[in-house]
């Protein structure tokens, strides 16, 4: 079957489902499959429960022609999505990195949607198939679309990009993050730069952190680059104040002065100065991108600042890999405050260098004085340590409850997997 003409069925049911249990009526559904699922078996269920077409790769009925029968349903929906990409001339930004993907994201949508129909990627949707959806799911009256991708493996990002056609890209950073997938860290620059590269080929710009020497290399040849960071960039701005929630203070490129965020933590600084840098760019208003980024709240267990009774948490559980954790650790370390506790999941992902990366926290957490630290799964276990020790977060919540804080600040984070968010629900 064409993709043309399940486009023109996309036009008249604009929402697409892959999951029966969220399907609403008119819904397109996908069967998509995976190794623990089979979409196909759900097929007539989806048609039963409103679906206006289901899109299959196997045969589920005979004489249904609400069940279109197509090579591959992956394939197809990425297709379908390169196609509606395709009517869209607006500008669509990349953003990629190790570590501030999400909150970058964020900032970037509620900046520009001051001032633009903006469209971007909802929650976490940033793989081979949240990223179809997300275009899919860009409507007509569009001006600028955000579009967030991940990657753990190389020549993910140049697959997006197949589909995504950005016109503009941030990198945000180039971490020890999928190190298994990637092959260490020049594997992650590699993995992440494919980026740059469709945006070295088809003319694009790239929005660059110039204080990342390595990110100044990976962007050499791109036609239009603009930059952000503490010095000699564009856009430029420093920390102000980073012992409570993050305060910036803009310096060049911009007369917006201080922003006071609800973010924390000082590693959030390149997430601001980059909303800052793209708003000019799109000339939004200095003082709506002052306004914007004061304004937004972070949520879904990233650099959320959590008040329970006398004690102060900051819950920054949704991910973690070594570069973001010893930020986070060494930021807390630096807050106002006497009284600290760590709960710290494991890392995954992490292939041979585990162990090793496992090790070096140990080290940067006992270069400071804590209440108490607690360290859940992962490869915490098969070192030698004198800290307190979990096999999952629901243990450790045990022993949060236990103890009766007051007054207390505490760190809570961990790779997805750990769950580490069940620590101070």
């Not at 030698?384 to 009766?404: C, G, M, P, R, T």
Request: charged share 20%.
């Amino acid at each position: 079957m064409q993709i043309e003409t399940i486009y023109q069925l996309y036009l008249q049911y604009p929402s697409i489902q892959t999951d029966t249990r969220k399907l609403k009526e008119g819904d397109l559904f996908f069967a998509l499959k995976g190794p623990q699922f089979n979409g196909n078996q759900f097929a007539l269920q989806a048609l039963e429960a409103g679906a206006a077409y289901a899109i299959v790769d196997e045969v589920v009925a005979a004489n249904n022609d609400r069940i279109l029968v197509v090579n591959d349903v992956l394939t197809t929906l990425q297709a379908l999505a390169l196609h509606h990409r395709q009517q869209f001339t607006i500008p669509f930004i990349a953003i990629t990195g190790s570590n501030g993907k999400t909150t970058t994201k964020e900032l970037l949508h509620e900046v520009l949607r001051t001032t633009y129909k903006t469209y971007t990627t909802i929650g976490n949707l940033n793989n081979h198939i949240g990223i179809p959806l997300t275009i899919l799911s860009i409507k007509k009256d569009a001006e600028i679309a955000v579009i967030e991708m991940g990657a753990n493996h190389q020549q993910e990002i140049a697959s997006y990009c197949q589909y995504a056609l950005p016109t503009h890209g941030i990198i945000n950073n180039c971490g020890k993050a999928h190190l298994e997938g990637f092959g260490g860290v020049e594997g992650v620059r590699k993995g992440k730069g494919e980026l740059y590269d469709f945006l070295r080929s088809n003319e694009g710009t790239a929005f660059v952190m110039w204080d990342y020497d390595y990110l100044q290399t990976m962007s050499a040849g791109i036609p239009h680059l603009f930059t952000y960071g503490t010095h000699d960039a564009t856009v430029t701005g420093i920390v102000k104040d980073s012992s409570g929630l993050l305060e910036v203070e803009m310096q060049a490129g911009t007369q917006i002065g201080i922003i006071k965020t609800k973010l924390v933590g000082a590693y959030n600084l390149p997430n601001v100065l980059v909303a800052v840098t793209v708003g000019k760019y799109f000339k939004v208003p200095e003082e709506k991108i002052k306004s914007a980024l004061e304004q937004y709240t972070p949520d879904n267990s990233r650099s959320q600042l959590i008040s329970k009774g006398t004690n102060k948490i900051i819950l920054d559980a949704y991910n973690a890999n070594p570069s973001s954790m010893t930020a986070a650790i060494e930021n807390f370390a630096k807050m106002d405050g006497q009284d600290k506790v760590l709960l710290l999941g494991g890392m995954m992902e992490l292939g041979e260098e585990s162990l090793q990366e496992h090790a070096a926290i140990l080290e940067v957490i006992g270069k400071y004085n804590w209440k108490a630290v607690v360290l859940v799964g992962g490869d915490y276990s098969k070192i030698q340590h004198s800290y307190i020790n979990f096999n999952n977060s629901v243990e450790a919540k045990d022993w949060l409850a236990a103890q009766q804080f007051e007054h207390t600040q505490l760190l809570v984070k961990g790779s997805r997997s750990m769950k580490m968010e069940l620590v101070c629900a």
